[in-house]
């Protein structure tokens, strides 16, 4: 059963029909079970057009959520305009 209703973290924005926790549990999930990463106080983004949950930095770039599972089917899912916050660099 999909959850309906899932609020992104530091956003007003909600997702619906989203996997249930039962899919990912034991794994990290942008959804269910975030890492504590290095922007995990950025707002949360999901791209539409790319199928992939983003984290917004304070300089307004998207960057690929570290707990994006496709980021581990291949690394072209990560390639993004960056300023080097993912990396802590800014």
Known sequence: MKNKRITLEHTDLVLVNMHSPDACMGEYCTIHNRSDHSMRAF????????????????????????????????????????????????
């Open 43 to 90: 707002p949360q983004h999901w791209r539409w057009d790319r199928g992939i949950m983003e984290r917004i930095c304070p300089h307004g770039v998207g960057h690929p959520d570290p707990d994006e599972y496709k980021l581990t089917l291949s690394k072209y899912e990560g390639v993004h305009g960056c300023d080097g916050c993912c990396r802590g660099e800014s």
